[in-house]
């Protein structure tokens, strides 16, 4: 039973779901799921907004159950070919909106039965979440939904689904006809393939996953016989340049196989794809039936994103691939989204005795939930034969939650971060501590943590601070108040060395940026701050030596306090111990690691 409510008061109250926040209404309780209500320029003083974000703090651990062996058992029923190209059966919180939509519809379903007003503004709500809601409060007399007009349209018109779908098979069919002539084919009968991605700032040595692992297999093994195949991530005619003029390593996107039936059999499964009838998506769960909305939108959207589709290209793609060059062993970065299920699918298809190998290649956090399976989903899941880990702490965390099959993983190395034999950290406690905010993930972590930070410095916090922000997320989508208060208040560390950063500050604050760890490597504090998240993004797993976790902006202030206080003695402890954590989490490289990506025999 999903979260049953408490029961309502007394009284009729009713909840509207509207696009924007209601101009006409003096006060009213308002839920914000499009998260403009952090926007100073948003916030109408006249509303209540009631934030979700506790609810998810007190019920992701059972929400986040509740969602993998939902999904779980359901991917059971449907295990096909096509249904694992549907990115939602892959539980990714970041590329499908499924799982985010149904913590929202859960945190929706306790607020409207919880709070007392008489009228609820709900702002954002999806469809498919109404839909949810009217199955769990049907029949309850002291509730009325009205939705607006907007939400009982069409998920999307199909005319601008058909053109999707055109746009995106006419990229995958120029890629093949803008191939520079450079761009030279690899030898068949590869020892090696590694997959990967390829964009115009790809290195001739140095892989944007494996780092120099190619280099370090040849030099273990001259004989070895390597090609890198991949998807082509940024401008298309750039990128294959660059591929062309990179000599010391062969470089073969795998699209570059993909033919016109390829697409139009693509094509027209998509099509096919938008009937949802010839799968069973309830399960003996009490409330399957008021999920299905949710699961069928999900699903939905993949096809007219146009998610379903590229899943299929991978696929016959892979085909061709493995029948031309007829690789031994293929290596690829295991995050085990759908598109790598498609990529496994079709190898194996080709080239039956092929030797697969993931690397868990990066940090894992609570919302990675495509690594975790339901009890028996293993079974049935495209995986591949071995999966190696950037260390013990990721291994022992997938050994325990994952539900994979026994002896499946392999513990390598971080092939991408330098460990260096510095000094332990001395705090210079005659200045203001330095903070670093480091940033990722999306612009609305770039928004809260600014709005969190200028609420600690309201409650008394007197540091330095520096912002790390993400490439692709940078200060200039900040709203303007928010920009002027950054630009008077802290120093912008944009497009400046990460390490220098590391070595600037004393603190490191995060929301879900792997910066912490390299933090931590440094033998430094991180503090990871809470922005409401539907999920934990913290890339720290367990209870890391100098690492804190805090929800509001006075428990910020507490544990800044804390670490300003530590003795000199306490502090160098605990310093090591942050390294060693972080030597187990991202393994240096060693012969015995780079072993592990070649050996099906060890362990």
Not at 340 to 354: A, D
Not at 544 to 570: G, H, I, K, T
Not at 578 to 588: S, W
Request: net charge positive; with cysteine; hydrophobic share 40%.
């Amino acid at each position: 039973m999903i979260g049953r409510p408490p029961a309502s008061g007394t009284g009729l109250k009713t909840v509207y779901f509207v696009a924007r926040p209601p101009r006409a209404v003096l006060s009213s309780d308002i839920v914000d799921l499009t998260e403009t209500a952090d926007d100073p320029g948003v916030v109408n003083p006249s509303y209540r907004y009631i934030s979700p974000a506790p609810l998810y703090a007190a019920n992701s651990t059972e929400w986040r159950r509740l969602f993998i062996d939902w999904m779980g058992s359901i991917n059971c029923a449907n295990a096909s070919l096509e249904w694992w190209a549907y990115t939602a059966s892959a539980k990714n919180f970041l590329s499908s909106p499924l799982g985010n939509e149904l913590f929202q519809s859960l945190a929706l379903l306790h607020i409207i039965t919880v709070e007392k007003s008489d009228s609820l503004y709900v702002i954002g709500a999806r469809r498919s979440q109404i839909e949810f809601l009217r199955h769990r409060l049907d029949g309850n007399p002291s509730l009325r939904l009205v939705a607006s007009r907007s939400f009982v349209q069409p998920l999307r018109d199909r005319l601008v689904f058909a053109m999707r779908l055109v746009f995106h098979a006419g990229k995958i069919w120029f890629s093949s006809l803008a191939r520079p002539r450079e761009l030279k084919e690899p030898a068949p009968g590869p020892d090696i393939c590694m997959f990967t991605y390829f964009d115009p700032t790809s290195e001739d040595y140095a892989d944007a996953y494996f780092g120099e692992l190619g280099a370090l297999i040849a030099t273990k093994n001259p004989a070895c016989s390597i090609i890198y195949t991949g998807f082509v991530h940024g401008k298309l005619n750039p990128t294959l340049s660059r591929l062309a003029g990179i000599s010391s390593r062969q470089c073969w996107p795998l699209f570059l196989e993909a033919r016109l039936s390829d697409l139009l059999w693509a094509f027209a499964r998509s099509i096919a794809a938008l009937n949802l009838n010839r799968y069973a998506l309830a399960n003996a769960l009490e409330d399957a039936e008021a999920l299905k909305p949710l699961l069928k939108s999900a699903l939905l959207q993949d096809v007219m994103n146009g998610g379903f589709f590229y899943g299929l290209v991978v696929y016959r793609s892979a085909i061709r691939f493995g029948k031309k060059f007829r690789p031994a062993h293929l290596i690829y970065p295991f995050e085990n989204k759908s598109i790598e299920k498609m990529l496994l699918l079709g190898l194996r298809q080709s080239c039956p005795t092929i030797r697969l190998t993931g690397f868990q290649h990066t940090s894992i956090t609570p919302r990675h939930t495509t690594f975790l399976l339901a009890p028996g989903e293993a079974s049935v899941t495209p995986l591949p034969d071995r999966i190696v880990t950037v260390g013990t702490i990721t291994r022992t965390f997938l050994e325990e939650n994952g539900n994979y099959p026994a002896g499946i993983f392999q513990t390598g190395c971080a092939l991408r971060q330098t460990w260096n034999d510095l000094p332990p950290p001395n705090p210079d406690r005659a200045r203001k501590p330095r903070i670093l905010l480091a940033l990722s993930s999306s612009t609305s972590e770039l928004v809260r943590s600014v709005i969190f930070f200028r609420t600690l410095c309201g409650t008394g916090g007197n540091f330095e601070l520096g912002i790390r922000p993400h490439p692709e997320f940078p200060l200039s989508r900040l709203p303007k108040a928010l920009a002027e208060w950054a630009s008077r208040n802290a120093r912008d560390f944009s497009g400046t060395k990460l390490a220098d950063n590391i070595e600037w500050c004393d603190l490191t604050a995060y929301v879900s940026s792997t910066v912490a760890l390299e933090t931590l490597m440094a033998g430094k504090p991180a503090v990871n701050f809470s922005v409401g998240d539907v999920l934990q993004p913290d890339p720290v797993i367990g209870n890391a030596p100098l690492c804190w976790r805090v929800e509001n902006p006075r428990d910020f202030l507490r544990v800044l306090n804390e670490v300003n206080s530590m003795s000199a003695p306490d502090f160098q402890r605990a310093s090591a111990a942050a390294r060693a954590y972080v030597h187990d989490y991202l393994r240096p490289v060693s012969d015995a690691c780079i072993a592990g990506f070649l050996d099906p025999q060890s362990g």
